[in-house]
C-alpha cells in the first residue's frame, strides 16, 4: 500500500491469504476473450461488477415483470429490485464461505440480464415463438447480451467480461451446463461462487414473492399457516415480539426470518460439503455433483413453500389473466416484425444479416421493458395512437 491507496495486486495479494481454498482467486482467471491492460486500483472482476452495473440491459430490469406487471403496483419486486435483493444474499453467502464476493456479485448482477418482459410468461411465449429458430433460453440469452449485443466499447463487442463471470452465467443453473459451448468446459462444473448464484435467487424470490403476494391479497396468510417453515419462523417471531400487533410489521419480520433461515441453513450445509469435498478449485470443477446445498431437512421445508405459492399465487385466476396478455402481447409483436421487417427500427433492420430475422427480432423483444412492449403494441394494433 503506498500511503493511502490500495492497488489492485495488493487486493489480489488480500485474497490468497484470506480466501478459501475452494475459492476463485482474481489473479488466477483465465483473463478477458480481448486483451485489456489491468487496471490500477480494481480486480478484474470488481471490473466486470462495474461493468455489468453500468450496461443498458441492467438498467431496464427496472421495468422488467418478476410476478406482477410494472402497471399492477408500485411496491412489488421488479427484475431489478429482485436482483439487488439476490445480490444482496450472495454476498453474505459468499463473505461467510470466504469465496470471491466480487465474483459472486458480478454473477449475481447479471443472472437476469437474459429475462423477456412480463417475466416467466414472457419466456415461454419467446421459447414457443423462436422453438423452429434456435430456440431462447434466459441465461443463454444473458451470455449472449455480455457477449455480443451490448455495445459500448469501439474495439469489441459485449462486455468484453472474464471467462470465470461468463462461464459462470451460462452455468449457474443446476442443468445447464450442456447449454455451454465447449469454450466454458461443459463437462465440468462452476465455481463454487457461480453455484451459489442460483440457491442466493431462489432464496430471493421464495421469500418475496410471498411478501408480494399477501400485499396483492392474492396470497391470504392462512393459506401458509400449515407450512412448516412459515409456521416455525412465526412461531420463533411470537416469541420474540410481543411489542406490536402491527400485522405488516409482523409480515415483513416474518419474511425477513425465512430469509435468515434458509440463508443460515445454505451457508452451514455447504460448508460441510465444501471441507469434504473441496481442497482446491480443481476439486470443485471435478466433483460430479454441486457443491452449495440446502440440508435434508430445509429442502424439503422450502420445496412445501415453493409448492404451496405455485398452487395459491403462481396460478392465482390474476396472475394467469397477465401471463396469457403478455403472450398474446409478444406473439403479436413478433408475428408482425416477422411478416414485415421494415417495421422494425433500422438498428434492429441492420442486424439481420449478421443475425437472421427471427435472432434479430428475438434480441429486440427480449431486451425490451414491460412498459415499452405495451407501448408498442399499442403503436401497432391501436387506430389511435400515434406511430
Same mark, same amino acid.
Given at each position: 500500500?503506498?500511503?493511502?491507496?490500495?492497488?489492485?495486486?495488493?487486493?489480489?495479494?488480500?485474497?490468497?491469504?484470506?480466501?478459501?481454498?475452494?475459492?476463485?482467486?482474481?489473479?488466477?482467471?483465465?483473463?478477458?476473450? !480481448?486483451?485489456?491492460?489491468?487496471?490500477?486500483?480494481?480486480?478484474?472482476?470488481?471490473?466486470?461488477?462495474?461493468?455489468?452495473?453500468?450496461?443498458?440491459?441492467?438498467?431496464?430490469?427496472?421495468?422488467?415483470?418478476?410476478?406482477?406487471?410494472?402497471?399492477?403496483?408500485?411496491?412489488?419486486?421488479?427484475?431489478?429490485?429482485?436482483?439487488?435483493?439476490?445480490?444482496?444474499?450472495?454476498?453474505?453467502?459468499?463473505?461467510?464461505?470466504?469465496?470471491?464476493?466480487?465474483?459472486?456479485?458480478?454473477?449475481?448482477?447479471?443472472?437476469?440480464?437474459?429475462?423477456? #418482459?412480463?417475466?416467466?410468461?414472457?419466456?415461454?411465449?419467446?421459447?414457443?415463438?423462436?422453438?423452429?429458430?434456435?430456440?431462447?433460453?434466459?441465461?443463454?440469452?444473458?451470455?449472449?447480451?455480455?457477449?455480443?449485443?451490448?455495445?459500448?466499447?469501439?474495439?469489441? #463487442?459485449?462486455?468484453?467480461?472474464?471467462?470465470?463471470?461468463?462461464?459462470?452465467?451460462?452455468?449457474?443453473?443446476?442443468?445447464?451446463?450442456?447449454?455451454?459451448?465447449?469454450?466454458?468446459?461443459?463437462?465440468?462444473?462452476?465455481?463454487?461462487?457461480?453455484?451459489?448464484?442460483?440457491?442466493?435467487?431462489?432464496?430471493? !424470490?421464495?421469500?418475496?414473492?410471498?411478501?408480494?403476494?399477501?400485499?396483492?391479497?392474492?396470497?391470504? #396468510?392462512?393459506?401458509?399457516?400449515?407450512?412448516?417453515?412459515?409456521?416455525?419462523?412465526?412461531?420463533?417471531?411470537?416469541?420474540?415480539?410481543?411489542?406490536?400487533?402491527?400485522?405488516?410489521?409482523?409480515? !415483513?419480520?416474518?419474511?425477513?426470518?425465512?430469509?435468515?433461515?434458509?440463508?443460515?441453513?445454505?451457508?452451514?450445509?455447504?460448508?460441510?460439503?465444501?471441507?469434504?469435498?473441496?481442497?482446491?478449485?480443481?476439486?470443485?470443477?471435478?466433483? #460430479?455433483?454441486?457443491?452449495?446445498?440446502?440440508?435434508?431437512?430445509?429442502?424439503?421445508?422450502?420445496?412445501?413453500?415453493?409448492?404451496?405459492?405455485?398452487?395459491?399465487?403462481?396460478?392465482? !385466476?390474476?396472475?394467469?389473466?397477465?401471463?396469457?396478455?403478455?403472450?398474446?402481447?409478444?406473439?403479436?409483436?413478433?408475428?408482425?416484425?416477422?411478416?414485415?421487417?421494415?417495421?422494425?427500427?433500422?438498428?434492429?433492420?441492420?442486424?439481420?444479416?449478421?443475425?437472421?430475422?427471427?435472432?434479430?427480432?428475438?434480441?429486440?423483444?427480449?431486451?425490451?421493458?414491460?412498459?415499452?412492449?405495451?407501448?408498442?403494441?399499442?403503436?401497432?394494433?391501436?387506430?389511435?395512437?400515434?406511430?
Amino acid at each position: 500500500m503506498i500511503g493511502n491507496m490500495l492497488h489492485r495486486e495488493e487486493w489480489e495479494a488480500f485474497e490468497i491469504e484470506h480466501l478459501g481454498a475452494w475459492a476463485m482467486l482474481s489473479a488466477s482467471s483465465r483473463g478477458r476473450r !480481448y486483451q485489456e491492460a489491468e487496471h490500477p486500483f480494481r480486480t478484474c472482476f470488481q471490473r466486470d461488477r462495474d461493468r455489468i452495473v453500468h450496461c443498458s440491459s441492467f438498467r431496464r430490469l427496472e421495468y422488467k415483470t418478476q410476478v406482477f406487471v410494472n402497471h399492477e403496483g408500485d411496491h412489488y419486486r421488479t427484475r431489478l429490485t429482485h436482483t439487488l435483493e439476490a445480490s444482496q444474499i450472495s454476498r453474505t453467502i459468499a463473505r461467510a464461505l470466504r469465496l470471491n464476493e466480487d465474483l459472486t456479485e458480478a454473477l449475481a448482477l447479471a443472472h437476469d440480464l437474459g429475462h423477456t #418482459p412480463f417475466g416467466h410468461a414472457g419466456e415461454e411465449a419467446m421459447r414457443d415463438l423462436m422453438r423452429d429458430h434456435g430456440g431462447f433460453e434466459h441465461n443463454r440469452q444473458s451470455l449472449r447480451i455480455l457477449e455480443v449485443i451490448e455495445r459500448r466499447y469501439p474495439e469489441f #463487442p459485449g462486455l468484453n467480461l472474464t471467462w470465470e463471470v461468463r462461464e459462470g452465467v451460462i452455468k449457474h443453473s443446476p442443468g445447464h451446463e450442456k447449454l455451454a459451448d465447449s469454450e466454458y468446459e461443459p463437462e465440468k462444473s462452476p465455481c463454487i461462487e457461480s453455484q451459489v448464484i442460483d440457491f442466493a435467487d431462489e432464496i430471493a !424470490y421464495i421469500t418475496h414473492d410471498v411478501d408480494d403476494g399477501l400485499a396483492s391479497g392474492m396470497l391470504e #396468510p392462512d393459506s401458509l399457516a400449515s407450512v412448516r417453515l412459515w409456521a416455525d419462523t412465526r412461531e420463533g417471531l411470537n416469541k420474540r415480539m410481543t411489542t406490536t400487533t402491527d400485522e405488516q410489521i409482523v409480515i !415483513y419480520q416474518t419474511v425477513r426470518g425465512l430469509i435468515n433461515s434458509l440463508t443460515t441453513d445454505l451457508i452451514q450445509e455447504t460448508s460441510r460439503q465444501l471441507h469434504k469435498h473441496a481442497a482446491s478449485i480443481e476439486d470443485v470443477r471435478n466433483h #460430479p455433483a454441486r457443491l452449495v446445498a440446502f440440508s435434508d431437512e430445509m429442502l424439503a421445508k422450502k420445496d412445501e413453500l415453493k409448492s404451496r405459492l405455485f398452487e395459491k399465487l403462481y396460478h392465482h !385466476y390474476r396472475v394467469i389473466r397477465m401471463g396469457n396478455k403478455a403472450r398474446r402481447i409478444l406473439t403479436d409483436l413478433f408475428q408482425t416484425y416477422v411478416a414485415n421487417p421494415m417495421q422494425l427500427p433500422p438498428n434492429i433492420q441492420s442486424r439481420q444479416d449478421d443475425e437472421g430475422l427471427h435472432r434479430a427480432i428475438c434480441d429486440y423483444l427480449a431486451g425490451m421493458t414491460d412498459r415499452y412492449a405495451l407501448d408498442e403494441h399499442k403503436r401497432l394494433f391501436d387506430p389511435h395512437e400515434r406511430v
